[in-house]
């Protein structure tokens, strides 16, 4: 069981960066993948980013392609987001989780939740 803690939002402009982090804890964390999502008040829990076990791979959903980058850090048990450009819409709770089967882009496939971190991009 991996556990994780989520942290490095807050309140910025548009065209500002953000770097999100998530602690994870487990025996397990460096042999599975992670990825993070976000979630806006009133819809579904959106794929970000994943990354695979090594760090030697990573997935990208369509709108944050050139903007973010994930990363991991396997001695540190740390999954990052860098996060430039940003959008308004890109304000939303963003959740680290744990790959356990499946595709890469559902949040079903996905355990181990956080509790998120707040993301605001003002416009």
């Known amino acids: 069981q991996v556990h994780v803690v989520e942290s490095g939002g807050g309140l910025v402009q548009a065209g500002g960066s953000l770097r999100l982090s998530c602690a994870a804890s487990?025996?397990?964390?460096?042999?599975?993948?992670m990825g993070w999502f976000r979630q806006a008040p009133g819809k579904e829990r959106d794929f970000v980013a994943a990354?695979?076990?090594?760090?030697?791979?990573?997935y990208y959903a369509e709108f944050v392609k050139g903007r973010f980058t994930i990363s991991r850090d396997n001695a540190k048990n740390t999954v990052y987001l860098q996060m430039n450009s940003l959008k308004p819409e890109d304000t939303a709770v963003y959740y680290c989780?744990?790959?356990?089967?499946?595709?890469?882009?559902?949040?079903?496939?996905?355990?181990?939740w956080g509790q998120g971190t707040q993301v605001t991009v003002s416009s």
């Open positions: 989780g744990a790959h356990k089967f499946g595709s890469y882009s559902t949040f079903r496939s996905f355990d181990s």
């Open positions: 487990g025996l397990t964390f460096s042999s599975g993948a």
């Open positions: 990354i695979n076990w090594s760090g030697g791979s990573t």
